[in-house]
């Protein structure tokens, strides 16, 4: 069974930073891509970031390049997201998702205060 179980999210500033995790099991974490995605209130969910398998290759939405990282440890099944200089727009649900499997966390809510 394949479990996603984001964490790390929180309450911060304008301009501040937080790193999410997200800790995988059920599958084969390592031969999988994973993304992050966000959902605001009445909005759809977006990728955010993207990394492939390796870790060697990394995709970020236009408006979070330069401030955010995506990073894996395929060690430790765990996928993070740095996110530096944070906006109040930017506050939303993040999900973690192994690309190509139908599978979602919980989310871990990011509210940032401005």
């Known amino acids: 069974q394949v479990q996603l179980v984001e964490s790390g999210g929180g309450l911060v500033q304008s301009g501040g930073s937080l790193r999410l995790s997200c800790a995988a099991s059920?599958?084969?974490?390592?031969?999988?891509?994973m993304s992050w995605y966000r959902q605001a209130p009445g909005k759809k969910r977006e990728l955010v970031a993207l990394?492939?398998?390796?870790?060697?290759?990394?995709n970020y939405a236009d408006s979070v390049k330069g401030r955010f990282t995506i990073s894996r440890d395929n060690a430790k099944n765990t996928v993070y997201l740095q996110m530096n200089s944070l906006k109040p727009e930017e506050t939303a649900v993040y999900y973690c998702?192994?690309?190509?499997?139908?599978?979602w966390g919980q989310g871990t809510q990011v509210t940032v205060s401005s």
């Open positions: 998702n192994a690309v190509g499997l139908p599978a």
């Open positions: 990394i492939r398998s390796a870790g060697s290759s990394t």
């Open positions: 059920g599958f084969t974490f390592s031969n999988y891509f």
